[in-house]
């Protein structure tokens, strides 16, 4: 099994990004119930097919509609092992496009993401996704530096954050509000 965080990194992060250890731990919480590996040793997913729709120009919408979805749609989704079938499937008709479609480990940073995170490459970044939690945290970080989202976890502003990290949709799904009470969760431990 890859290795996982330890309170050191969490706490070198934290520095990194000026924030507090349990704005960290919340994210990760919320993002992927706080594991960023199966027990099989892959790293949690969430293959998304609006996503895949969108970098294959919707080609496979009418013959993989599991797959490829105009809209977002949670139906679509699988169980933790499954969502890497899915995700399996789609590489045999879209490599590139699927492997940014899918949403990685601990913290859930999209494949699309690759460079803006700091990965030379998709591959550097898929590979970095299998090695550790550390990779993922490092991403993390990346992510939330690139896209300045670093003031709205100093200043726990969790609608800011959840917007800028989940999209604009972010209410329906409760983000905020479910990292606000994960917070307060880790600030007590």
Known sequence: MPASLTEADYVAAARKLGCSVAAIKAVAEVESRGAGFLSTGEP??????????RLTSGRFRRS????????????????????????????????????????????????FNWKLVGRASLQDFINAQYRSEGEHLAD??????????????????????????????YAANAYDTKMAAAYRKWSAA
């Open 44 to 53: 949690k997913i969430l293959f998304e097919a609006h996503i895949f729709d």
């Open 64 to 111: 993989h509609p599991h797959l490829s979805s105009q809209k977002w749609d949670k139906n679509l989704y699988s169980t933790p092992s499954g969502e890497h079938k899915r995700l399996e499937e789609a590489v045999t008709l879209d490599r590139e496009a699927a492997l940014q479609s899918a949403s990685w480990g601990k913290f859930q940073v999209m494949g």
């Open 140 to 169: 993390f970080c990346g992510y939330v530096k690139a896209r300045n989202l670093d003031d709205e976890l100093q200043r726990l502003d969790w609608a800011g954050f959840a917007h800028g990290y989940n999209g604009a949709s």
